[in-house]
């Protein structure tokens, strides 16, 4: 009798150490947003989570493609109910990737190994068709260097080195432009990273973005001097759908870069309705014609010597026309 009850107790008690364990177990994270740009033929991930414990690890299934990342103590905030955080990660497609459609899920881990409920979506992807953005990078570095009309070939060096530099004072190039990088600032925004070169001095680097059907939705101007010039444009605020930035350079005296262009999606944008365009004058510098005069608008200081207006241009047509841009 004695033998039977001991180990009836002793499964009792093993199966009270054991209960707690599931008992106490917490609930499982969550993913609370994210949000997915496409841009460059690549994807960028921002994840959001809120759980009760701290989130150890971010799982990202990108087509083929499987991202872990590691999260550090320090990106768990404490809140009055657990822990939240964020992080992002870019995702790089294969060169070769043709599909219309990124399909992907999402899930984040606790230090507990409870996992949340899988996240899944789809990133539409722009596919651009190859132009000539590469337009300004072989224009510059291939550029001859030919000898002016009259001069006997031959000579010293000094004298070559007289004669190329006559030259190139006389010849003013158009300006030229670097990749584009499509940057996420917040929920809503975007800035346009470029390099702009000019042989003499730059005056402006012009961004344009239109939507899917051509129309302007956002514009903007930045001045500037020297032959160089590396940054950014302002934060634009976009609503959910596919755009395309088309950027051009302008220098001192009216030349204009080759156009570029760029196509990117947005995904997880709070705002309900495009904010309208805000225009952006701006003034050509002396020694060239100003801007036709607005009624009631105030003219810039002369003298205003005459010179040609560079003629405006149109992003090039790969979708419906765009609207004209405004007069600057």
């Known amino acids: 009798m004695?033998?039977?009850?001991?180990r009836l107790l002793l499964a009792l008690l093993v199966l009270l150490l054991l209960t707690p364990c599931g008992a106490q177990a917490g609930s499982k994270p969550v993913v609370v947003s994210h949000d997915e740009t496409y841009a460059n033929k690549a994807v960028?991930?921002?994840?959001a989570w809120q759980s009760e414990y701290p989130v150890v690890m971010v799982k990202i299934f990108a087509g083929k493609d499987q991202k872990e990342i590691?999260?550090?103590?320090?990106d768990n905030r404490r809140t009055r109910d657990g822990y939240s955080g964020e992080v992002s990660a870019i995702v790089e497609l294969d060169p070769s990737f043709a599909?219309?459609?990124?399909?992907?899920?999402?899930?984040?881990e606790d230090d507990t190994r409870l996992r949340s409920d899988e996240v899944r979506g789809k990133v539409?992807?722009?596919?651009?068709?190859?132009q000539d953005d590469d337009w300004g990078r072989d224009k510059v570095a291939g550029q001859p260097m030919g000898q002016p009309m009259g001069q006997p070939p031959g000579g010293s060096t000094v004298q070559i080195?007289?004669?190329v530099v006559g030259l190139m004072d006389r010849y003013d190039m158009a300006p030229s432009l670097g990749n584009i990088i499509i940057n996420r600032v917040g929920t809503d925004g975007v800035s346009i990273s470029t390099k702009a070169t000019d042989d003499k001095a730059l005056r402006e680097v012009s961004f344009k973005i239109f939507d899917i059907t051509g129309n302007l939705v956002q514009q903007d101007s930045v001045p500037m001097t020297g032959k160089v010039?590396?940054?950014?444009?302002?934060?634009i605020n976009l609503?959910?759908?596919?755009y395309k930035v088309v950027i051009q350079a302008i220098d001192g005296v009216g030349n204009t870069s080759k156009e570029k262009t760029e196509f990117f999606s947005i995904t997880g944008s709070s705002l309900a309705s495009q904010p309208p365009v805000i225009q952006t004058p701006s003034y050509p510098p002396p020694g060239t014609v100003p801007p036709p005069q607005q009624p009631g608008a105030q003219q810039p200081p002369g003298p205003w010597p005459a010179a040609p207006q560079p003629e405006a241009q149109q992003p090039p047509g790969q979708w419906p026309p765009a609207q004209p841009p405004a007069t600057q």
């Open 239 to 242: 609503i959910n759908g596919n």
């Open 44 to 47: 960028r991930f921002r994840v």
């Open 229 to 235: 010039w590396e940054g950014t444009s302002k934060v």
């Open 161 to 163: 080195i007289d004669r």
């Open 2 to 6: 004695n033998r039977p009850l001991s």
């Open 99 to 108: 599909d219309e459609t990124l399909s992907f899920t999402i899930q984040v």
């Open 70 to 74: 590691k999260v550090d103590e320090y």
């Open 124 to 130: 539409q992807i722009v596919q651009a068709k190859k």
